[in-house]
C-alpha cells in the first residue's frame, strides 16, 4: 500500500482539453489545484455525488512520489518519484463552473469524496518513466477520450520543478498531471474504463 501525503492537480495540461475548456492553450505558467488525501479510492467504484447534476470523468496519469524536497530541478526530478497510475479526475463541473464565474476556489467541484479513483501503483523501477504512450477511456465501450502522454503542456519533470518551488515535497505525494480531450459527464450504472500505455488500467464502475 502506498501512504498518501497531499494531492496535487495540474490544469488544461492538454492544448485540446484546454480549448475544449474555452481557453487559450498556449504556454502560460502552469497552475495546480489540490485534492484530498482520502478522495483517492482504488475499490473500482464511484459513488454519484449530491448537490450536482453535472459530474465529468477525466483520464489521468498518476505519479507518486518517495521523495521530495525544495526547489528540486528537472534533472532530479525522476529521482523523486516511486512510481504511476492510471487515474480519474472526477469533477462536479455544474459547481465548478458556478465557482468560476464567481471567483472563488474549485474544491466544490473537485475536492468531493472518491473523486480520484486511482488503479494499481506500478514503480518505475518496473516499467521506467512514461513520458509518451496513448491514454484513453472508453465510457460504456463507447471511447471518449484519446491522447498522447507527449501532449502535455508541462511534462512530468517541470511539473514536480514548479511545484517544488512553492511547496516543500514529500514521501506520499501525488500529482495528477492532466487529461486530454473528450471530457463528458456520466451517469449511475456507467462503465469506465480507462488506459496508458507503458503504465496499466482501471475500471470503475458509477453508482
Same mark, same amino acid.
Request: contains cysteine; aromatic residues 8%; glycine residues 10%.
Given at each position: 500500500?502506498?501512504?498518501l501525503r ?10 485540446a ?41 477525466e ?11 525544495? %526547489?528540486?530541478?528537472?534533472?532530479d ?5 516511486f512510481?504511476?497510475?492510471? +487515474? ?10 458556478? +465557482? ?10 473537485? *475536492? ?13 523501477? %518496473?516499467?521506467g ?18 491522447g ?5 503542456i508541462? *511534462? ?6 514548479t ?15 492532466g487529461?486530454?480531450a473528450g471530457?463528458?459527464?456520466?451517469s ?20
Amino acid at each position: 500500500m502506498f501512504p498518501l501525503r497531499r494531492v496535487y492537480c495540474i490544469g488544461r495540461n492538454y492544448a485540446a482539453h484546454a480549448r475544449e475548456m474555452g481557453h487559450d492553450p498556449e504556454r502560460e505558467p502552469p497552475f495546480f489545484f489540490q485534492k484530498n488525501p482520502d478522495d483517492i479510492c482504488a475499490d473500482g467504484v464511484f459513488p454519484f455525488p449530491e448537490l450536482s447534476n453535472d459530474v465529468h470523468f477525466e483520464i489521468e496519469m498518476a505519479v507518486f512520489l518517495s521523495a521530495g524536497g525544495m %526547489n528540486i530541478s528537472e534533472a532530479d526530478a525522476e529521482s523523486c518519484i516511486f512510481g504511476y497510475a492510471v +487515474a480519474l479526475d472526477m469533477t462536479r463541473r455544474d459547481l465548478q463552473g458556478q +465557482a468560476k464565474k464567481l471567483g472563488r476556489p474549485w474544491e466544490v467541484g473537485k *475536492s468531493f469524496a472518491q473523486s480520484a479513483p486511482a488503479g494499481p501503483v506500478y514503480p518505475a523501477k %518496473n516499467i521506467g518513466h512514461p513520458r509518451s504512450g496513448e491514454i484513453s477511456l472508453d465510457q460504456n465501450g463507447v471511447r471518449r477520450q484519446t491522447g498522447d502522454l507527449s501532449q502535455m503542456i508541462w *511534462s512530468v519533470n517541470e511539473q514536480i520543478c514548479t511545484l517544488s518551488r512553492y511547496f516543500t515535497l514529500a514521501p506520499g505525494d501525488v500529482i495528477l498531471t492532466g487529461t486530454p480531450a473528450g471530457v463528458g459527464a456520466v451517469s449511475r450504472g456507467d462503465l469506465l474504463c480507462g488506459r496508458i500505455a507503458g503504465v496499466g488500467e482501471i475500471e470503475v464502475k458509477v453508482v
